[in-house]
């Protein structure tokens, strides 16, 4: 696919600056330029770059004004940024789109396929599946019985859902993604061992939840472990039985939240947090990555740092501190030195 | 599936308090009570929910006596705790059991196949696999050669089990599961590059361990990475090459066990705690989340927490005092001022 | 297989004391020593074992004195710990190899598969995909369209690679690693929602490189997400987009790199490790299990430790100091009453 700055700038309703005929067939930044691009510059910051970008064509906001001669093709635009972004949608929407139902899959006779869905090779459908209108089912895929998947969801390779969970429209579940597998709950026995206790509840992931590759949500003991709509979880994430996640919560890669945890709406947590069992998480609480939350946090919108994890600016202020530790036990006994011969002079 | 109040209290041995025909077909929390759910009381706290719960029947301790009137049949029985516990496992057991073995798994004819055993389709099953009765083996797995699993293991979708492996009976492996993968070991070469040290070793799995989603349990050097009786392991746990792990250990999600370590038995170690290579832990060791071990614990039945990991009170004691850190640096300036002053007043 | 201490002592040109007919068929640690094995002594510090070990023949270094009779027979070489490697090495590659492509794999017609190369049962290999001489392609593995494979790689059963990732010669990837999921990108809307930011770029993975079980390395949004050549990775890890890893370069198991940040080359980072996005690691830093690291490393060769991490030596010592601040503000306390007291006193 190739096209010239004159058909982009038609689609973006901007104005060609130099060679209308250019072409490109990809994108890229414009730090890391390439003939045949097209890039964008937004940020004043990275206006030097736009001099020596190796870009064919860089779309730039109306405004610009070039310092010296740039040797790529300009579109100027209203938002640079998001006319950036419109091109990628459109880039992307023209890839080739996986479509029909393999025969080389194993899908019950049961199982109810939405018009449009694909089925990969070696995909597995169970019995009493219903599968939604142009959902993706890619290849090797294991969908238990009794599971409902929306429509327009995407189910990349791999991906392994257990019986009865239900995933809802537009979700997007990476590679080696496993939903539903049994929650961590063993009894106690009196000789040292373990009872498992049956886990027999479910997992309800709501529209627009994209989840990483290689990510667990395990099954609620009972009821369900909730992922609430649009919620964005990255890769080899934990979330363990009956917790809920709110709407539009964000969790970066190798988060953990034990059992029955309850995270509230617009949350963002960064990489490797942990959050402990049968807490709540106040919504808009914001954690900086690899901090740990033993207890609830019941105000809204506070952003938190550290093991235990508290506010932030409080906690990098000790952290700073912390560094001088070695100094301040010297300073101590110092001072404890200084003061026993003050005493001593004064009892003369 | 659906049971009378009747039916329950005859299989507990317990006693009807309201309608006997009423019908339940589900299990829920109390808190979470729902229309046609059997939910049980047994812990005073929860009390005030019974006098709500939307639950059709309720399990409850013998000397029960409701404060008021109270909407759900009651089902009276010893412990209403181990009832319910019996009541989920009948549950759990009469679901459809998986059988048969799929003409669309790929088996080496030297394989040996237990009674009763499953097998899923698309599983791969290599040479001179031993497979033990009414083992389970889901869609998409893969055995390599060699590989022994015992009577009435359950291998979830997709797990993998590398040449050489030994699974004992009653082990249960959850999706994506990552058997005898090799363990990462290189040899620094003078140029700075990397050489690899063959990984010739197994991993053995004993009686009634089971392992969560994607958990990784990587084979020996030489010799066999050993997992011992009744070990339980939640999803994304790392477990490196030479490790031992001991009876009844029990360990939270994206836990990292590196090298040669050897854990004790009846340990039990928090989400995302990390145990350097080539030490040993001591039986009964209780580990708080997210803490570091980086060297031996000799001494049984300790609680520790940090980084690095010690006594989890006198940790706790620290931490407390780590936030008033910045206030500590105040202090100590101060004083310093002062006696600086105290002294100029004396030598004056 | 079996080979006597004669054939052993042939191939390394060593000298056999004791019975040349001596066979064994495994190999294992001088500590772990099994009849029917070869075992090594290369470190002093391990030659107590040799009096005791049940391995059928050691490898020691020529100087090699015993103080007294040892059981087993030796073969005298030049250097014990390589000529032990060399047939550990020898041992591997007598294992039968891979080989085939097998009909239950599902393989586009548009693919170019090189000269002896292996590909498994229930693989999926897409449109236009070139795979390398001797590449071995383990069942149920699935490739994306476009995607190049060296000569001589190794996919282990279960690995997803995504379209367009291009994989160098001798590349090796363990059972469920994930290559070339989407980036995690996703611009916040006004309304607390999330928009998802198209990934059209790739995965590039140099020649040599290994990576261990279920780890994911993401695609770049644009450009390329690069492994340089000869990085060893252990199970578990998480690559975000965009990110760079050095040539040689070592990371431990569970480490996480976020988005758009640059590793140098021979780094080595332990367990757990979690690096900020946006950030770039000097060449040959070192770091320690757990640290967390916000800021770029501009000097090379540091050893770093702690979260945020600092230099090792600086960080153990303050991390010392920690455990000793319940008993600073005892001090510290303490040291104000005193002065206090001493203040008074003079003011009488």
Not at 91 to 105: C, D, F, R, T
Not at 144 to 151: A, L, R
Not at 176 to 205: L, M, R, T
Not at 274 to 291: E, N
Request: with cysteine; glycine share 10%.
């Amino acid at each position: 696919m190739e096209f010239t700055a004159e058909l982009i700038a038609d689609f973006l309703n901007g104005e060609v600056i130099g060679d209308k005929s250019a072409k490109v067939s990809t994108m890229c930044k414009i730090e890391q330029g390439e003939p045949g691009a097209l890039a964008f510059l937004s940020n004043a910051k990275y206006e030097h770059y736009i001099y020596q970008t190796k870009a064919t064509i860089v779309i730039v906001n109306k405004d610009f004004e070039p310092d010296k001669e740039i040797p790529a093709t300009l579109i100027k635009v209203e938002n640079a940024y998001s006319s950036f972004a419109k091109i990628l949608e459109l880039y992307q929407s023209m890839k080739p789109q996986k479509s029909g139902v393999s025969a080389l899959a194993s899908i019950a006779e049961s199982c109810e396929l939405g018009e449009g869905a694909y089925v990969g090779e070696f995909a597995v459908i169970g019995g009493n599946v219903r599968i939604g209108k142009n959902a993706k089912i890619y290849p090797q895929v294991y969908i238990g019985n009794h599971v409902v998947i929306g429509d327009n969801a995407v189910l990349y390779p791999g991906v392994k859902i257990y019986e009865e969970c239900v995933l809802g429209d537009h979700v997007t579940l990476h590679a080696g993604v496993v939903i539903g597998a049994d929650g961590f709950g063993f009894a106690p026995q009196p000789d040292g061992s373990y009872h498992k206790i049956p886990q027999i509840g479910n997992v309800v992931i709501e529209d627009w939840v994209e989840i990483g590759a290689n990510t667990c949500v395990d099954r609620a003991t009972m009821g369900s472990t909730i992922i609430k709509k649009g919620a964005k979880i990255d890769d080899l994430v934990m979330i363990a039985h009956n917790v809920q996640i709110g709407e539009h919560s964000v969790f970066s890669a190798q988060v953990g939240i034990a059992g029955s945890t309850k995270i509230g709406r617009n949350c963002m947590f960064g990489g490797q947090v942990g959050i402990a069992g049968h807490i709540s998480i106040a919504d808009g609480t914001q954690i900086a990555s690899q901090s740990g939350v033993a207890n609830s946090i019941k105000a809204d919108n506070q952003t938190l740092m550290g093991a235990p994890a508290y506010d932030a600016r409080s906690y990098q202020r000790a952290a700073i501190a912390f560094k001088s530790l070695p100094d301040v036990l010297k300073k101590i006994s110092s001072l404890e030195k200084e003061l026993a011969r003050l005493k001593e002079e004064m009892n003369r």
